[in-house]
């Protein structure tokens, strides 16, 4: 997630979301990392899938087909998926991306 927190700064002001979707850890995990993580070390939005880990009923498994963690999608401005990733593929989301209209800016 550092990778994605610093892309995240990056684009943040040209309409752009990042949702991060819990769905392996308890709630009360969850909300313990929330505590401590939260508008300090990330700065964009953190929500928890309600169904128990490793659970059928994964809104993440059940509606979006997630093969595996961490799975990237990019959607965009018409709502509909860009693009989609298994890992952390900051690169290849960085030209996905582009090809939506959202330049993410070089490091000074």
Avoid at 49 to 65: H, L, R
């Amino acid at each position: 997630m550092p990778g994605l927190e610093k892309l995240y700064q990056k684009v943040k002001d040209q309409n752009v979301e990042v949702l991060s979707l819990n769905v392996y850890d308890d709630k009360d995990s969850f909300d313990e990392w929330i505590a401590a993580n939260r508008g300090t070390k990330y700065h964009f939005t953190f929500a928890f899938d309600p169904a128990e880990k490793g659970s059928a009923e994964s809104v993440a498994g059940q509606k979006y087909n997630v093969p595996g963690l961490p799975t990237l999608y990019l959607i965009d401005r018409e709502g509909k998926v860009a693009a989609a990733f298994v890992g952390a593929q900051e690169a290849k989301l960085i030209e996905a991306l582009a090809k939506v209209g959202v330049e993410v800016k070089e490091d000074e």
